[in-house]
């Protein structure tokens, strides 16, 4: 019981911590890319709800996951109140410079319903950060496995996506209310981007924190299962 119980501890306050720079994939190193597009717009649905979505740009992006939002949770009620399903998660992600020295380091980061937030320990930590080497990517998609895939990701994860920067907007009585609109630039605002991608593609390069989110898991199920055992043990008497 005691040894689960401080294994969890531990393991709970690694499951999120970010590697090393010398643990990244070299693809982070890259810039995104991103090349402007004439395609039609896509009307779509989502859980009974119609969306017109507009592409502007292709994209792709390799970066390291510092802070995620799931547009699902609890206390996220604009994208419930909106009917807004088609955003699913958002992914701040940082790379090119901030990768390259370790920049990332020394920073916290947090995700509000819309914003990536990011805080240095120190003056110096953010004077090395690179503003315009992070963005908080609000990721859409229509398909329901890609949803689901892009929901696994977890702080700490590498990850590769490709697909499109696109407005989009919630149709209701057959017009287009609510627009969401892209960056299209990594340098309109003090905490990054905020890029709006409709995702096509997506993969996990690396997951380093999988195996303390395993070890959590296994030491909150032998602390539970010690626990049952324990008040089911027989009461112990003195002669």
């Not at 190193?29 to 979505?53: C, D, F, H, M």
């Not at 799931?70 to 701040?92: K, L």
């Not at 990850?159 to 287009?176: E, F, K, T």
């Amino acid at each position: 019981m005691i040894g689960s119980l401080l294994l969890g501890v531990f393991a709970f306050f690694k499951k999120d911590s970010l590697p090393s720079a010398d643990n990244l994939r070299a693809e982070l190193n890259k810039e995104p890319r991103q090349i402007a597009v004439q395609r039609p717009l896509l009307q779509t649905q989502v859980k009974g709800v119609q969306y017109s979505i507009q592409p502007r740009y292709s994209y792709d992006l390799y970066g390291l996951v510092v802070s995620l939002h799931d547009s699902d949770t609890w206390w996220d009620y604009a994208h419930r109140e909106w009917g807004d399903h088609v955003n699913v998660v958002d992914f701040c992600v940082v790379w090119g410079e901030n990768v390259r020295e370790g920049a990332y380091r020394p920073l916290s980061y947090w995700n509000d319903q819309w914003t990536c937030w990011a805080k240095p320990d120190t003056d110096a930590a953010w004077k090395a950060f690179d503003p315009t080497a992070i963005s908080n990517n609000h990721l859409v998609t229509d398909d329901p496995s890609v949803a689901r895939e892009l929901r696994k990701v977890r702080i700490g994860d590498q990850v590769h996506l490709r697909g499109y920067l696109v407005d989009y907007s919630i149709v209701r009585n057959g017009a287009a209310t609510a627009p969401r609109v892209t960056s299209t630039v990594r340098n309109d605002s003090g905490q990054g981007a905020c890029e709006v991608v409709y995702v096509e593609d997506f993969e996990v390069l690396a997951s380093p924190n999988r195996m303390w989110r395993a070890a959590l898991k296994l030491a909150l199920g032998v602390l539970l299962a010690s626990l049952i055992a324990w008040a089911f043990l027989p009461p112990k008497f003195n002669d």
